[in-house]
Structure formats: C-alpha cells, structure tokens
C-alpha cells in the first residue's frame, strides 16, 4: 500500500507529536528531529517510510540554509540505527505522481447562453499525475562518515542529563541549543539515543542529501516534538508511507478537508491554506491523506 499524508500545523511553536501507525501495528510517538542554525529554509519537511518484515526505513529530506560550518540535526532515537544516503529524487518523483492537482471539467449544458460549455464547480481531485565512553554522563554508540556527513549516536549513562547530552554535542562540533533541555530530557528520561549530523569540513550546503535510518522496529513512527525550536511556523509535513495496509495517523487526528473551499478555477491555488484551516479545526494536531493507491497485483 502505498500512501502519502500531510499535515500544516498551525502553531508549530507549540511543539507537536505525530506518529504514523499501519493499522495491523499502532505507533506512537517517539522523538524528534531539528535542525538548530538559522535561517532554516524549509518550506516543506518530507519523509518517506518503507516498512517491511518488521524493519523500517525512513528517508529524510533535510533542507538549510545558512553557514555551512553551522549546520547541525538531532535524531532522539529508540534504538541504534544504521545508516545510508538517500536521493533527492526519490522525493521529486514521489511529489511528481501523489501531489494533488485540481482542474474543472465542462460540459454542454443548455442553459448556458449560446450552448457555451458551463464549469462544473464540482470538480475532481486527482492526486496521481565505534562505541565508547563519552565522559560527562555521555555514551558514544557509534560514531562514522555518511556521504557528505559527520554522524555520531550517543547515549546517556545512569545519571546522565539533557545538559550532558547539550555540552557534549556542543564541544564536538554538532551545535544545539539551551532551549532543547527540557525536551531532550523527555528522551533521556525514555532511555532514547541520540543521532547527530553534522557537515564534514570539506562539505558546503550544496552537497546535503537525505539521510536514510534503518531500524529494526514494527512500523513507522513520525517525531515532530522537537522540529517547533527551528522550523518555519505553518510548515507542511509530507510523509509516505510504503507498506502492507493503509497509513493512518494514531496519535494525531485525521481530518477530511473542505473541498468547496478549494479554488478550482485557479488550480487549487489556496490548496495549503485549505489544508491548515483543516488542521486548526483539529487544535493543530492532524493529518489528512492526500493520496492511497494499492500497487501490484
């Protein structure tokens, strides 16, 4: 089944969770990504997720724009994870056949003037077309070179604080900010690890790739509670979901949008703006699904 959902919080500063669950196997929420210099350029953040025999890949698109020595993202994780580069592609591809598109069919209708063709308002939606101490209450788990990245996942030993995990990445080069104390001690507290990237020196803004994180987990979870101390506010999630059955959101509601408030004559032209009224109405904590379409026999 494959499937895509969007989601356009209204007050992303309040901080959100989001989880995506298939249906034979609920998920709950479980972390957060960020990236922690400014300006941030994300006009959308995106996230495909391929679940198979209890294993889960997600690619993540990272977009930034600032100083290239600043770039910095943090990944609270269950587990220790493997990792690899993904494509920019993929999620063009995956824009190019699931995005929404909105026209106006006409017919002949004699009560039009002149037999002109009239607009039906209706309308149509298409949506096709190494491992070590780290010293200060910090583990190191694994620490290696990912494409254009320097990556490294940590934990905390007994005792260990959000302000360890902080300092610790703060003196190796992978900048976070204070204000994410109280938030990464919600991961501390869970036992979650902590993956980090950062640009390798000889790397610039240019040669960002998605990051793909392999995990051995049941099905896939979106972290978004940490994503408000950097993203721009009203930021559209785009997530696909590859799998056995049909995403649905299990900690989030899913709402069903207006579609007469739609601008047909203009394309859809205020589609994003129709998505995020949807979601205000749902207190900023929802999804809908733009797109579910069966593939193969």
Not at 63 to 69: E, H, I, K, L, V
Not at 71 to 86: A, C, E, M
Not at 167 to 189: F, H
Not at 210 to 223: A, Q, R, T, Y
């Amino acid at each position: 089944m494959f499937d895509r959902l969007r989601a356009t919080p209204l007050r992303l500063a309040l901080g959100l969770v989001a989880s995506f669950g298939l249906i034979a196997a609920p998920a709950w929420a479980c972390g957060g990504f960020f990236c922690f210099s400014q300006p941030i350029d994300q006009s959308t953040e995106r996230i495909l997720y391929l679940t198979q025999k209890g294993k889960i890949s997600v690619h993540i698109q990272i977009s930034y724009q600032g100083d290239d020595g600043k770039f910095s993202w943090l990944l609270p994780l269950q587990k220790v994870p493997t990792l690899g580069v993904g494509s920019d592609v993929v999620f063009q591809r995956l824009e190019q056949a699931t995005a929404p598109q909105f026209y106006v069919e006409t017919e002949p209708n004699s009560d039009c003037n002149l037999g002109m063709a009239c607009p039906m308002m209706g309308g149509t939606a298409d949506a096709s077309a190494g491992g070590g101490g780290g010293g200060g209450g910090v583990q190191v788990l694994q620490q290696v070179n990912v494409g254009p990245y320097d990556t490294v996942t940590i934990g905390t030993t007994d005792g260990g604080k959000a302000e360890d995990v902080i300092k610790w990445l703060n003196d190796n080069g992978y900048q976070q900010p204070k204000e994410s104390a109280a938030l990464i001690q919600k991961y501390v507290d869970q036992k979650f690890v902590f993956l980090a990237l950062k640009l390798q020196k000889d790397k610039k803004n240019g040669d960002l790739v998605p990051i793909v994180v392999n995990m051995d987990e049941p099905s896939p979870c979106l972290p978004l509670r940490l994503t408000a101390i950097a993203a721009a506010e009203d930021m559209p999630i785009a997530a696909w979901v590859l799998g056995d059955a049909r995403a649905i959101p299990k900690n989030f509601l899913h709402v069903e949008l207006n579609e007469g408030a739609i601008d047909w004559l203009q394309g859809g032209n205020n589609y994003k703006t129709v998505v995020s009224k949807a979601v205000d109405l749902a207190s900023g904590h929802a999804f809908t699904t733009e797109y579910a379409q069966q593939l193969g026999p």
